[in-house]
């Protein structure tokens, strides 16, 4: 048989398994797309390879890489196995609240004296015999593993470290997991809710990982596994076993990587800015110019729990190929955030629907083409709700239908009263979309474009012809993009720094992007210097002049639709680490937060030198770990400072050492 | 003697460590209308300032610059009865002042407390030489929404943005509004140690209060 060996990557996401086999420089040979079976992804996934190794032979599979929705979906929805959290140099009385207020989930928690202060100078000594004692406890309670998370570990982690030592010779076989091996930013709180969630992952992915192993071994597939993390780096399945809380979010951040990949952009010296543009929403992800994610510290919020891993930063918006298009009082175009049924959809389902528009085209009320659909959830209670549930038992039918028979009030607040109802899912609303601006088009011929024609006319104006709705439709998709390059454009202002995420400048920022075509002003130009890539079903009809609006030219790849397991495919490992050095005030030396302790110096030059000197074989080994076959390590330097005393002096707040690791051997 | 020379010569008699001139003029100025936040303002503060160049420069020692504090802080005491508003039946909002650990000038953030008492804040004056965690464990009980930090040494600076890493660690960095000050601080350094504002002198810190407040609601 022919051929070279090549990768395997699967994405296993919420709805569905994608599969990709790349070989031969990375070419995409084979996609499988399978439903997820959520109570057994092993088998979807064999499933998936089963389908696989009808086009390619098993010896060609090298290396599988997977990303998962497994530690998202068992963290959204309480699944992990009880765990144990030992709390050192924690408030008491903050505990009690923490765990008042479910901080940390189904975890036991112990508490123990030690920790340290925000210099990294120790508060109290570990209570070791404590330390012992709590864990005895806690194993008592049948946890199966055990966290431990110290107070300002992130500043000096050497009472986290010592208890995991005592906690390995006491208990062997449990495993433990530190905060600062998991965190790097500030609040305690977060970082033992981070710990506790991943002691709880761990029996969990061990199973997952363990049953892919015995899928592929099954089918004849001798290849290593690896793992995909939540910035989108790839480790080794026995890393991933000690990180599990690490790989959340992980589908979207495969997803962007191999949106880039399959738009072919190569080595580049700008960011790649994916718009994934679905039914409901639209994300963006930002890779830098390397091609990775772009992070945010903050963590992420999964299901309620804070999380407080690096993840990728995704900005999200409700604006998607069904979102519904209302106009406001003042006669502007509001498009999203609510999800509707398109008119289109609605029609080819029920024809009726055709002439109820009628109705309300010739209405002289008729301001909204809507139609109400019965849906499955239940009445509030409320008497006119009741009464509009019975009218719609009947079958669909229009606002003005439902409101007929009412009192005043109810006819006044009956759109809000359907509203209400469509979010409880007691009614389901269909109306005009951008999807059904395309229909109008015929851009888009899924669906016949009567019902969307009559919607765009009742919009447009009361008796617009039918050249009036499609001036109409052609202002919706400009709409459309116009919001979609706002987003991007306001996301990449965030990122620079230069605005803040609830910034007053909105409305200055969407008069720029509208500047050239008012042609009031100067005709100002927004560059936004990055490649401009679309993914989702409705990408092809908005990303073209939402990129132009932005200078620039929009990628819309094939094979998108299994851009998730392109992505883990062509992932490789990487790794970033930051040391922090603080001066210290009171001996005029510097404090270096190494990843075992703190180490003063008197000068910041040695201090520097020295922690480079140290932090390159520590993090050579830490990759060695991960997963990195030949790990090449960057590191940039930024010493912070800031004018005081009216300009008179400057002073130094600390020194930032930026680690970067990446596999020379990928 | 119009209101310059007024200040002129309490600027004067406080290098003089004269207290009965200060107390004095100040008695004056009082007399002839002059607003009790401009006798801070353009009499004593630029006292304390000269003094504190010349303390620098080594003509004038600490023993001196205790005395012209301690006339500063009479006078300061005298005239907050004179601000008034202070019963205001609602409060604009609940603030803590305190000086960082390590440093005890007072004068700055006493008048910073003054000033926004006598503009309808709560103010809990934490004192001076405070420690961070001291500074926590107010806001756990006192639930502010605003905590002010003084610190007038370039050394002490380094605790305003240790306070904001504890406040940070101990997850309650969210529930309110950091401002810092004193005479060496600038915007720079608030904006880089993530303070959420900062002011040059008390009446600018209302103001930037109250637009700090303004956004949260
Ligand atoms: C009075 C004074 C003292 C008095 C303080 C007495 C007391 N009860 O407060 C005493 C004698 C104790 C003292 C001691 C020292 N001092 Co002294 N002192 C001064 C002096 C002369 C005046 C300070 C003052 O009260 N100004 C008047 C007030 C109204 O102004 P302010 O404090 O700046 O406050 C205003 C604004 O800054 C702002 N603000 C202040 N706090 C806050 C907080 C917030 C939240 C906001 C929004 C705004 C804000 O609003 C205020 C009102 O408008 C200054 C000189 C100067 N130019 O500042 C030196 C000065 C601050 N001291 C200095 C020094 C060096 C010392 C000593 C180290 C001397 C020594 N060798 O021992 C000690 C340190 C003691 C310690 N550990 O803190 C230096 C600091 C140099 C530096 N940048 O590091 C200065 C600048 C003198 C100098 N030029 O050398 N000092």
Same mark, same amino acid.
């Given at each position: 048989?022919?051929?070279?060996?090549?990768?395997?990557?699967?994405?296993?996401?919420?709805?569905? =398994?994608?599969?990709?086999?790349?070989?031969?420089?990375?070419?995409?040979?084979?996609?499988?797309?399978?439903?997820?079976?959520? *109570?057994?992804?092993?088998?979807?996934?064999?499933?998936?390879?089963?389908?696989?190794?009808?086009?390619?032979?098993?010896?060609?599979?090298?290396? $599988?890489?997977?990303?998962?929705?497994?530690?998202?979906?068992? =963290?959204?929805?309480?699944?992990?196995?009880?765990?144990?959290?030992?709390?050192?140099?924690?408030?008491?009385?903050?505990?009690?609240?923490? $765990? #008042?207020?479910?901080?940390?989930?189904?975890?036991?928690?112990?508490?123990?004296?030690?920790?340290?202060?925000?210099?990294?100078?120790?508060?109290?000594? !570990?209570?070791?015999?404590?330390?012992?004692?709590?864990?005895?406890?806690?194993?008592?309670?049948?946890?199966?593993?055990?966290?431990?998370?110290?107070?300002?570990?992130?500043?000096?982690?050497?009472?986290?470290?010592?208890?995991?030592? !005592?906690?390995?010779?006491?208990?062997?076989?449990?495993?433990?997991?530190?905060?600062?091996?998991?965190?790097?930013?500030?609040?305690?709180?977060?970082?033992?809710?981070?710990?506790?969630?991943?002691?709880?992952?761990?029996?969990?992915?061990?199973?997952?990982?363990?049953?892919?192993?015995?899928?592929?071994?099954?089918?004849?597939?001798?290849?290593? !596994?690896?793992?995909?993390?939540?910035?989108?780096?790839?480790?080794?399945?026995?890393?991933?076993?000690?990180?599990?809380?690490?790989?959340?979010?992980?589908?979207?951040?495969?997803?962007?990587?191999?949106?880039?990949?399959?738009?072919?952009?190569?080595?580049?010296?700008?960011?790649?800015?994916?718009?994934?543009?679905?039914? =409901?929403?639209?994300?963006?992800?930002? !890779?830098?110019?390397?091609?990775?994610?772009?992070?945010?510290?903050?963590?992420?919020?999964?299901?309620?729990?804070?999380?407080?891993?690096?993840?990728? #930063?995704?900005?999200?918006?409700?604006?998607?190929?069904?979102?519904?298009?209302?106009?406001?009082?003042?006669?502007?175009?509001?498009?999203?955030?609510?999800?509707?049924?398109?008119?289109? /959809?609605?029609?080819?389902?029920?024809?009726?629907?055709?002439?109820?528009?009628?109705?309300?085209? +010739?209405?002289?009320?008729?301001?909204?083409? /809507?139609?109400?659909?019965?849906?499955?959830?239940?009445?509030?209670?409320?008497?006119?709700?009741?009464?509009?549930?019975?009218?719609?038992?009947?079958?669909?039918?229009?606002?003005?239908?439902?409101?007929?028979?009412?009192?005043?009030?109810?006819?006044?607040?009956?759109?809000?009263?359907? *509203?209400?109802?469509?979010?409880?899912?007691?009614?389901?609303?269909?109306?005009?979309?951008?999807?059904?601006?395309? =229909?109008?088009?015929?851009?888009?011929?899924?669906?016949?474009?009567?019902?969307?024609?009559?919607?765009?006319?009742?919009?447009?104006?009361?008796?617009?012809?039918?050249?009036?709705?499609?001036?109409?439709?052609?202002?919706?998709?400009?709409?459309?993009?116009?919001?979609?390059?706002?987003?991007?454009?306001?996301?990449?202002?965030?990122?620079?720094?230069?605005?803040?995420?609830?910034?007053?400048?909105?409305?200055?920022?969407?008069?720029?992007?509208?500047?050239?075509?008012?042609?009031?002003?100067?005709?100002?130009?927004?560059?936004?210097?990055?490649?401009?890539?679309?993914?989702?079903?409705?990408?092809?009809?908005?990303?073209?002049?939402?990129?132009?609006?932005?200078?620039?030219?929009?990628?819309?790849?094939?094979?998108?639709?299994?851009?998730?397991?392109?992505?883990?495919?062509?992932?490789?490992?990487?790794?970033?680490?930051?040391?922090?050095?603080?001066?210290?005030?009171?001996?005029?030396?510097?404090? /270096?937060?190494?990843?075992?302790?703190?180490?003063?110096?008197?000068?910041?030059?040695?201090?520097?030198?020295?922690?480079?000197?140290?932090?390159?074989?520590?993090?050579?080994?830490?990759?060695?770990?991960?997963?990195?076959?030949?790990?090449?390590?960057?590191?940039?330097?930024?010493?912070? /400072?800031?004018?005081?005393?009216?300009?008179?002096?400057?002073?130094?707040?600390? +020194?930032?050492?930026?680690?970067?690791?990446?596999?020379?051997?990928? | 003697?119009?209101?310059?020379?007024?200040?002129?010569?309490?600027?004067?008699?406080? %290098?003089?460590?004269?207290?009965?001139?200060?107390?004095?003029?100040?008695?004056?100025?009082?007399?002839?209308?002059?607003?009790?936040?401009?006798?801070?303002?353009?009499?004593?503060?630029?006292?304390?300032?000269?003094?504190?160049?010349?303390?620098?420069?080594?003509?004038?020692?600490?023993?001196?610059?205790?005395?012209?504090?301690? %006339?500063?802080?009479?006078?300061?005491?005298?005239?907050?009865?004179?601000?008034?508003?202070?019963?205001?039946? @609602?409060?604009?909002?609940?603030? %803590?002042?305190?000086?960082? @650990?390590?440093?005890?000038?007072?004068?700055?953030?006493?008048?910073?407390?003054?000033?926004?008492?006598?503009?309808?804040?709560?103010?809990?004056?934490?004192?001076?030489?405070?420690?961070?965690?001291?500074?926590?464990?107010?806001?756990?009980?006192?639930?502010?929404?605003?905590?002010?930090?003084?610190?007038?040494?370039?050394?002490?600076?380094?605790?305003?943005?240790?306070? %904001?890493?504890?406040?940070?660690?101990?997850?309650?960095?969210?529930?309110?509004?950091?401002?810092?000050?004193?005479?060496?601080?600038?915007?720079?350094?608030? @904006?880089?140690?993530?303070?959420?504002?900062?002011?040059?002198?008390?009446?600018?810190?209302?103001?930037?209060?109250?637009?700090?407040?303004?956004?949260?609601?």
């Amino acid at each position: 048989m022919d051929g070279t060996r090549g990768i395997l990557g699967i994405d296993a996401g919420g709805t569905f =398994t994608d599969l990709a086999f790349l070989a031969n420089g990375k070419i995409v040979e084979a996609r499988v797309k399978v439903p997820t079976r959520h *109570d057994d992804l092993a088998a979807t996934i064999g499933e998936g390879i089963d389908l696989i190794l009808r086009e390619v032979d098993a010896w060609r599979i090298g290396d $599988v890489h997977l990303a998962s929705t497994l530690a998202t979906n068992a =963290t959204v929805e309480n699944k992990t196995v009880p765990s144990g959290l030992i709390l050192i140099g924690y408030d008491e009385e903050d505990i009690k609240k923490a $765990v #008042d207020r479910n901080l940390f989930g189904p975890a036991e928690v112990e508490s123990v004296p030690g920790g340290h202060d925000e210099k990294g100078n120790e508060k109290e000594p !570990l209570d070791e015999a404590k330390v012992i004692e709590s864990s005895d406890a806690l194993l008592e309670k049948n946890v199966e593993g055990i966290a431990i998370s110290g107070y300002f570990s992130v500043r000096n982690p050497t009472h986290e470290i010592r208890a995991k030592e !005592l906690l390995k010779l006491r208990h062997p076989n449990i495993s433990i997991t530190c905060g600062h091996e998991l965190a790097s930013e500030l609040d305690a709180f977060k970082r033992a809710a981070t710990a506790a969630i991943n002691a709880g992952l761990i029996p969990i992915i061990i199973k997952l990982l363990e049953a892919v192993k015995n899928v592929m071994h099954g089918l004849g597939i001798n290849a290593s !596994l690896s793992v995909v993390k939540g910035d989108g780096s790839l480790v080794s399945a026995e890393w991933a076993e000690s990180h599990p809380v690490e790989t959340v979010v992980s589908g979207p951040a495969a997803s962007a990587m191999g949106a880039r990949f399959l738009a072919g952009v190569k080595k580049s010296e700008r960011p790649s800015w994916i718009v994934d543009i679905g039914g =409901t929403t639209t994300d963006i992800i930002c !890779l830098d110019k390397h091609g990775n994610p772009v992070l945010k510290n903050e963590g992420a919020s999964i299901g309620g729990h804070e999380i407080l891993v690096k993840t990728i #930063d995704i900005r999200t918006f409700g604006l998607g190929g069904d979102s519904r298009i209302v106009r406001t009082k003042d006669g502007s175009l509001k498009i999203g955030p609510r999800r509707v049924i398109p008119l289109a /959809v609605a029609a080819s389902e029920e024809p009726s629907v055709v002439n109820m528009l009628r109705e309300i085209e +010739t209405s002289p009320s008729g301001r909204e083409p /809507v139609i109400v659909f019965p849906g499955k959830g239940k009445c509030s209670g409320m008497p006119a709700e009741e009464r509009i549930m019975k009218k719609l038992a009947k079958g669909p039918a229009t606002l003005e239908y439902l409101a007929h028979g009412e009192k005043i009030g109810v006819v006044h607040s009956i759109g809000q009263i359907i *509203d209400k109802m469509d979010e409880r899912g007691a009614a389901v609303i269909a109306a005009f979309t951008p999807t059904d601006a395309l =229909t109008v088009l015929r851009r888009l011929d899924k669906w016949d474009n009567q019902a969307s024609s009559i919607g765009a006319g009742i919009l447009a104006s009361s008796h617009a012809n039918a050249a009036e709705a499609e001036a109409f439709c052609l202002d919706v998709c400009e709409a459309v993009s116009r919001n979609i390059a706002w987003e991007v454009f306001r996301k990449a202002l965030c990122d620079d720094g230069l605005i803040s995420k609830n910034s007053e400048y909105d409305s200055h920022l969407k008069i720029g992007l509208r500047s050239r075509e008012l042609e009031t002003g100067p005709g100002i130009t927004l560059h936004l210097n990055g490649n401009m890539i679309g993914v989702g079903a409705p990408a092809w009809a908005f990303m073209e002049r939402a990129a132009s609006m932005l200078s620039e030219k929009a990628a819309l790849p094939e094979d998108a639709p299994v851009g998730g397991a392109v992505g883990a495919a062509v992932g490789t490992f990487f790794m970033r680490h930051v040391l922090l050095i603080t001066p210290l005030v009171k001996t005029g030396g510097f404090r /270096v937060h190494l990843p075992n302790g703190i180490k003063d110096f008197d000068d910041l030059e040695k201090a520097a030198s020295d922690s480079v000197n140290f932090m390159i074989p520590w993090l050579k080994s830490m990759a060695a770990e991960a997963g990195g076959t030949a790990p090449e390590i960057e590191w940039t330097r930024k010493d912070e /400072v800031a004018i005081i005393s009216g300009g008179a002096r400057s002073i130094h707040l600390w +020194t930032r050492i930026m680690f970067n690791v990446e596999d020379g051997g990928a | 003697m119009n209101s310059q020379e007024l200040f002129n010569g309490m600027i004067n008699a406080l %290098i003089e460590l004269d207290k009965d001139e200060v107390l004095n003029l100040v008695a004056k100025a009082l007399a002839d209308n002059v607003r009790p936040m401009d006798i801070l303002n353009g009499g004593i503060t630029v006292g304390l300032q000269q003094i504190g160049e010349l303390f620098s420069e080594g003509e004038v020692f600490l023993p001196e610059l205790l005395l012209a504090a301690d %006339i500063a802080m009479g006078v300061m005491k005298d005239l907050s009865d004179r601000f008034g508003v202070g019963d205001q039946i @609602e409060k604009r909002g609940r603030c %803590i002042f305190a000086t960082v @650990e390590g440093d005890v000038h007072d004068i700055g953030k006493s008048l910073v407390c003054m000033i926004f008492s006598a503009s309808g804040y709560e103010v809990l004056d934490a004192g001076v030489d405070v420690p961070s965690q001291k500074i926590i464990d107010m806001i756990k009980e006192e639930k502010p929404d605003v905590v002010g930090l003084s610190s007038l040494l370039s050394t002490t600076m380094q605790a305003q943005r240790e306070f %904001i890493e504890a406040a940070k660690e101990a997850g309650l960095r969210d529930s309110f509004k950091i401002m810092v000050g004193g005479a060496p601080v600038s915007r720079e350094w608030a @904006e880089k140690i993530g303070a959420d504002g900062y002011a040059e002198d008390a009446s600018s810190a209302v103001v930037e209060v109250d637009k700090l407040l303004e956004q949260r609601v």
